[in-house]
């Protein structure tokens, strides 16, 4: 999702055309390079009958279908001259003649775009050619993401998923909240009676999980309530009822991707020291953006204990770092370099100081 944001931040700052295309029974168009068999279908075959049917195409429910589905399709788009980027292999980039071509591959569903409309017209046709593909015409919904455009950018939303999640609560007729977490929460203390119903725990946080492809300020609270999946309390049901509520007041916010974006790397990072009271380890809580869009977001717990609030915090610019250069790495694939170096901002002199000052000591 972090590759779409970018795509779409790139298009947006370039003004390019962006349209959808799908396919129609995509796993029946690649071929199987195993031998694989079936029982005949009921009506075909007698109780003695020992006949069994020899697969020539892969079908929907075969575990190997989806690679042998991108593997056809990745093969046609590579002879089209399409380009396969190596930090995600579902992104496929084309420079001919100076004009810019792309297609991000989701399974089935595709995202087009570029700059001249006659190659994309012609890469259109192509792919009609090869396989069965129904024209979307411009990119309006993808994957549950409300795309809509105007002078100001393209602005990203999941409004109705998040109206379906509100309803499906209960919660249309429910005070909205102001936040999505209450502060100096003690949800990490196993206190508490059981929820008598953790499966419809996991499913709503599953749901929260995927609205936070467009919501960056219910990335944590998120993150808190997945570590509880296994046994969840009352207290944890009742936290993400808050969130939400939290959603009800405001369904349609989303992101907006500036259409007068530099395409400049900038990032912010934090930790939280021994956030967690039962393993103590910390939280690492990054923002990466280009120009002034947001294009990719996490919090996530860190993977040892750090020994001091500085450790912390440079474990957690270690982890932005990684992100960062993995973003440089992907716009080289549209020819965009960096004019000037990118920016990363921590809030820890100890910190910038062991950053800085590459220098053996105690506490490196």
């Not at 509520?245 to 990032?267: E, V």
Request: charged share 25%; proline share 3%.
């Amino acid at each position: 999702m972090t590759t779409v944001r970018i795509v779409l931040e790139i298009a947006s700052a370039k003004n390019w055309e962006l349209f959808q295309m799908d396919v129609h029974n995509a796993f029946l168009h690649s071929d199987l390079e195993e031998e694989v068999y079936m029982k005949l279908p009921p009506g075909f075959s007698t109780v003695d009958d020992k006949r069994v049917c020899r697969l020539k195409k892969s079908i929907y429910g075969l575990r190997q279908a989806p690679h042998c589905w991108f593997a056809k399709l990745s093969k046609a788009l590579l002879e089209f001259g399409f380009t396969q980027n190596h930090k995600d292999y579902s992104l496929f980039t084309l420079v001919r003649g100076g004009k810019t071509l792309f297609v991000l591959v989701y399974v089935d569903d595709l995202i087009v775009g570029g700059d001249n409309s006659v190659l994309i017209s012609s890469f259109k046709a192509y792919l009609n050619r090869c396989f069965h593909m129904k024209d979307l015409g411009v990119l309006r919904y993808f994957l549950g993401i409300e795309v809509t455009r105007g002078k100001d950018g393209i602005y990203l939303s999941q409004k109705k998923y998040a109206l379906d999640i509100v309803t499906e609560c209960g919660l249309l007729g429910s005070k909205p909240a102001g936040t999505p977490m209450e502060q100096n929460h003690t949800l990490a203390h196993g206190d508490g009676p059981f929820f008598t119903e953790p499966t419809r725990y996991r499913w709503l946080v599953g749901r929260l999980v995927y609205l936070a492809v467009t919501k960056p300020e219910i990335s944590y609270a998120v993150h808190i309530l997945a570590q509880f999946l296994q046994q969840p309390r009352q207290k944890h049901w009742d936290a993400a009822l808050r969130l939400v509520r939290y959603l009800k007041g405001s369904p349609g916010r989303g992101i907006l991707l500036s259409a007068a974006s530099d395409l400049q790397i900038t990032a912010y990072c934090d930790s939280d020291y021994n956030a967690c009271p039962i393993t103590r380890r910390s939280i690492t809580g990054y923002l990466v953006m280009l120009g002034d869009s947001i294009v990719a977001w996490k919090t996530k717990k860190q993977k040892t204990v750090s020994r001091s609030s500085a450790e912390a915090e440079y474990r957690s610019m270690a982890m932005t770092l990684s992100e960062l250069k993995w973003t440089k790495e992907l716009l080289a694939a549209f020819h965009i370099r960096q004019k000037e170096s990118m920016y990363l901002f921590c809030d820890s002199k100890a910190t910038i100081h062991i950053a800085a000052n590459p220098v053996f000591h105690e506490r490196t």
